[in-house]
């Protein structure tokens, strides 16, 4: 098929290159040259495993091309709209500017017969209000929304090979050719039996939020439990293991630690929650404002377990082991690691930050902090070492050849990824989350 792909950020080009990869001819269009000519020299501007090699094939091929010019759309059959939908400068609502801008210059372009598929997360009824757009201005074009389910560092993966499609579609023979068409789209993962469910547009919306929603509830909930543990002297690894056993449970996402962030979770639930209140039905997602303000808290929580364990702040050399909202990413929007590490540095530490692939993005950002290009350099002569972000390479670290490199054998595990015994027997001072 040939598609178009509008919006070339994390998921616009992740999406293009997968696309291209499954055999189809794209064009991805972004109004950012440098990000363009980046990707058409097959260079990914931000790190993501596997994609480097998918848009070096894809671009070699021939089947895979992007431009900052918008009539390259002219070209192509079936349009993704893929472009971000960041917090609102003024609330928690989502900001709509990207996606009302996209559409608006797509629709001079599409031709009839066309399917533009929207994959930005959106609150719910921004479908049918761009419906209502498209019929009349483009009354033979058919919109379908194909919300994304994309974990950071198996994007490629998650997009080649989804656990499921879910396709938003009007009603009536539209909306069937509609699906029709997702279906030659993402045919070697329908072959594959991947689960289709065919629905209205706001169904196909609320999925994605909903999704996000119960994932950041699952966990606060144990980051909830945590604080309890801290207060009472329980294990909050050893009940995560034992409420993971009940089936309706089950084990995944119940690790206690800083908490999540990124660039959708914690902006999804907050604009999730904007919606609800603009809906009338604030009440419902109320809960939401209290997984946010406990995710929140396990970061201040950090920076006073390590005011306790060096006695205060002013002058306190702290190591920092992690500057990404998660391993495999370089993505620090919303990161709890640096989040933490420039709490340390506004209170008076000195902090010395570390991770593989972050470095860069975080320093834009803040500046106070001093970076490191290794973990021995982030320690070395620290107080107090962190843990916050568990990338294979600081979790395999020797508790007793970093011993040898700080001041004082202490260190504050924010994800609860290290073995306390090995720690303390090498002789450190450990503490974890909940634990």
Known sequence: M?????????????????????????????????????????????????????????????????????????????????????????????????????????????????????????????????????AERAPEVTLAWNPEFLREGFAVKDTVSPDRLVYGVPGGEAGERAARILDGVYERAVAAGTPVIVTDYATA??????????????????????????????????????????????????????????????????????????????????????????????????????REQAGGLAGVRVGVLGLAFKPHSDDVRDSPALDIAMRLADEGAIVTATDPQAIENARRRAPKVAYATSPEEAVAGADVVVLITEWPEFVGLDPEVIGRLVTRRSIIDGRNALDPAAWRAAGWEYHGLGR
């Open 2 to 134: 040939r598609i178009s792909v509008i919006g070339c950020g994390y998921l616009g080009a992740v999406h293009a290159a997968a696309m291209a990869d499954l055999g189809h001819t794209v064009v991805g269009v972004d109004v950012d040259e440098a990000k363009v000519a980046s990707l058409s020299a097959a260079r990914a501007p931000f790190f993501e495993p596997g994609l480097p090699e998918v848009l070096a094939s894809a671009t070699a091929s021939g089947r895979l091309r992007f431009t900052t010019d918008f009539s390259a759309v002219e070209d192509a059959d079936v349009h993704f709209v893929a472009v971000g939908t960041p917090q609102s400068a003024e609330g928690d609502a989502a900001d709509m500017r990207f996606v009302d801008a996209a559409f608006g210059s797509l629709l001079e372009r599409v031709k009839p017969g066309d399917v533009i598929v929207g994959k930005s997360t959106v609150p719910v009824g921004t479908a049918a209000r761009l419906a209502r757009l498209v």
């Open 205 to 306: 919306e609320l999925v994605k939020v909903a999704a996000n929603a119960f994932l950041a509830t699952k966990i606060s909930f144990i980051n909830a439990m945590a604080e309890i543990a801290e207060a009472t002297g329980a294990d909050v690894t050893q009940l995560a293991d034992a409420i993971g056993h009940d089936a309706r449970i089950g084990r995944r996402f119940l690790n206690a630690g800083v908490g999540f962030g990124g660039g959708c979770l914690p902006k999804d639930i907050r604009a999730f929650s904007a919606r609800a209140r603009e809906l009338g039905r604030g009440d419902a997602v109320r809960f939401l404002d209290e997984v946010d303000q406990i995710n929140l808290r396990r970061r201040a929580r950090v920076v006073e377990l390590v």
